[in-house]
């Protein structure tokens, strides 16, 4: 699977490079510059760009923008976020238009190379991975109905299925029966008024209105 890297910290672009090259991840280009990450996207084509939010030159939001660009030219290229802080408005964002490819990461989870692995195994495999600091703020700013009709266990599912855990992950965080995950998410759905579709469509529907996005 080809990659391609943006963020201008030189040490963590290299270490990036290592990690991504370890897990079999061919490389195809490591830029310091949002307008070199476009250049190496139109050149390369990659199935997943891992860029920093914020990036030269003016360092706000310019490793988001491009992200944007990236998903509205080439929505099948998966992008994975990476902030030294968390701005949940850039996963929001993110995640406005479409839902399937996409994470959001605070830069300390790379140093946990098998979570950073297994987030960007996720969104490449067109998943979500958000960041449990990023989901725990959203839960905290955002309480609203029909949110507070859930179960504090409830909320424990939800939060797991917006950072993009399948539901036997979900079963081994809070050590319980995939059964047991299978009820509370079609609790959630009931409590949420979603309409009746296919799970993976509701699911996305859950997550979003979890994110109030929708």
């Given at each position: ?59 706000t939001d ?18 994975l976020?990476?902030?030294?802080y968390v701005?949940?408005?850039?996963a ?16 300390e989870?790379v ?15 067109g ?28 909320r ?10 399948s ?9 319980v ?7 509370h998410?079609?609790s959630i ?9 296919d ?9 979003l209105?979890?994110l109030?996005?929708?």
């Amino acid at each position: 699977m080809r990659a391609v890297i943006a963020e201008d910290s030189v040490l963590l672009r290299v270490g990036l490079v290592k990690v991504l090259e370890a897990v079999g991840y061919e490389v195809a280009a490591a830029v310091g510059d949002a307008e070199a990450l476009l250049a190496a996207v139109e050149e390369h084509r990659p199935q997943v760009v891992v860029t920093d939010v914020r990036m030269p030159p003016g360092f706000t939001d310019e490793g988001v923008r491009a992200a944007l660009l990236i998903r509205r030219q080439w929505p099948t290229i998966a992008v994975l976020l990476l902030s030294q802080y968390v701005e949940e408005r850039y996963a929001a964002d993110l995640l406005a238009s479409n839902t399937s490819g996409v994470g959001y990461l605070l830069k300390e989870r790379v140093a946990n190379v098998d979570d950073f692995v297994d987030a960007l195994q996720r969104v490449a495999a067109g998943g979500t991975a958000l960041d449990p600091e990023v989901v725990a703020q959203l839960l905290v700013r955002r309480h609203r109905d029909p949110l507070e009709r859930l179960t504090p266990r409830e909320r424990d599912v939800l939060g797991l299925m917006a950072e993009g855990r399948s539901n036997t992950a979900i079963a081994e965080s809070l050590v319980v029966s995939d059964s047991a995950v299978a009820k509370h998410i079609n609790s959630i759905f009931t409590k949420l008024d979603l309409p009746t579709a296919d799970d993976t469509h509701r699911r996305v529907l859950a997550v979003l209105r979890y994110l109030g996005e929708g």
